[in-house]
């Protein structure tokens, strides 16, 4: 199992381009998240779904939208990039049963917005 | 282990020592909790789970208790390591809201030779 995948790795945008953060799973997980995080802070919940064609707002959905079309994939649109969404950006997925509630993590996107 | 605006609360332990990692979290209705260990560079990786039936429980060289009269949460390693220099988040959830988990702010945790 490749587990948890993300692309890309980094990224550079300018002041109002848009751009799709790709995120996609291997475990038949039902459930997935996205997260920002930011210098000395902890995990934000951007959006999260918890199962195909379902998604759902987190804490900071402002600025991004997701779908999920499939079980596997779960990607992240920035529909215009402000600077304020320069960050890192973590893909989690997990299962919702009782003895595998663990939430496995992908690399990472690194989003500088200029 | 409580955040200070930008800066992580830092927890310098000489090697072999024992580590304790603490945790407030906010939501009493958290029937979920998880310890998780970020390396430089890398994504956030699962390190113990504890359900609120539960005021403790033990991994491989961890121990994670758990006071909800508080609602504060430890993260105890044992003999702590080189390798277990890192940033230390907890997260909360209750499961009838399953995936829409709740993170601190972590705690940097160095180990001095």
């Known amino acids: 199992n490749a587990g948890v995948t993300q692309t890309p790795k980094f990224q550079v945008l300018k002041t109002g381009q848009s751009m799709t953060l790709q995120c996609a799973q291997d475990?038949?997980?039902?459930?997935m998240s996205w997260y920002r995080q930011d210098p000395g802070m902890g995990l934000r919940l951007i959006h999260y779904?918890?199962?195909?064609?379902?998604?759902d707002q987190g804490e900071v959905p402002n600025g991004y939208n997701v779908s999920r079309s499939t079980t596997e994939d779960f990607p992240l649109r920035l529909l215009s990039a402000a600077p304020s969404q320069t960050s890192v950006y973590f893909c989690?997925?997990?299962?919702?049963?009782?003895?595998?509630?663990?939430?496995?993590f992908g690399p990472g996107t690194r989003l500088l917005v200029l | 282990g409580e955040s200070v605006g930008l800066h992580l609360p830092t927890l310098s332990v000489q090697e072999g020592d024992n580590s304790i990692i603490n945790c407030a979290y906010s939501?009493?209705?958290?029937?979920?909790f998880i310890w998780y260990k970020q390396e430089s560079g890398k994504g956030p990786q699962f390190i113990i789970d504890?359900?609120?039936?539960?005021d403790k429980r033990q991994g491989q060289r961890v121990t994670v208790l758990l006071n909800k009269t508080v609602k504060h949460l430890s993260l105890q390693i044992a003999a702590t390591q080189p390798g277990d220099s890192a940033v230390y988040f907890c997260?909360?959830?209750?499961?009838?809201?399953?995936?829409?988990?709740?993170f601190g702010a972590g705690t940097q945790v160095v180990v001095t030779p």
């Open positions: 989690a997925s997990s299962y919702s049963g009782a003895s595998q509630e663990t939430q496995y």
């Open positions: 475990m038949n997980h039902e459930y």
């Open positions: 779904s918890v199962g195909a064609g379902i998604t």
């Open positions: 939501n009493s209705a958290s029937d979920y």
């Open positions: 504890i359900r609120s039936n539960m």
């Open positions: 997260a909360e959830m209750t499961t009838d809201s399953w995936g829409k988990f709740q």
